[in-house]
């Protein structure tokens, strides 16, 4: 039996609201996908995670989803998909602020 969470198809409504598009690349951790948010009406680039099992891989997923907000620019929103009614969910202003926001949105997405 496979333990891992199904990724989302093209076509599906994803966290309430991001509409899946494609499919734009997968690996280990995870897959990007092209998606539309439904609630700014703008494209964006969607990373749908697996589970993150250990601590190595949760050391890894901190430095890419710092990266990639260091890439797109704060402010950035972290938003773990477990968490549901905005629990879960982080506004980051700034660099300094990231490694903080993004453990409490882990702990609260688990809880």
């Known amino acids: 039996m496979n333990d891992e969470p199904a990724l989302p198809r093209t076509g599906d409504l994803f966290a309430s609201r991001y509409r899946i598009a494609e499919l734009l690349g997968k690996g280990g951790f995870g897959a990007v996908f092209e998606a539309r948010d439904t ?4 494209d964006v680039a969607l990373k749908v995670l697996l589970r993150v099992t250990d601590d190595q891989a949760l050391a890894r997923l901190l430095r890419e ?12 929103i972290l938003k773990a998909t477990a968490g549901g009614g905005g ?19 882990s702990q609260e997405a688990g809880a």
């Open 65 to 76: 989803a710092r990266a990639t907000a260091a890439r797109i620019g704060y402010p950035v």
């Open 87 to 105: 629990k879960g969910m982080r506004l980051v202003w700034k660099e300094e602020e990231f490694e903080e926001a993004f453990d409490k949105a």
């Open 39 to 42: 609630s700014l009406e703008r």
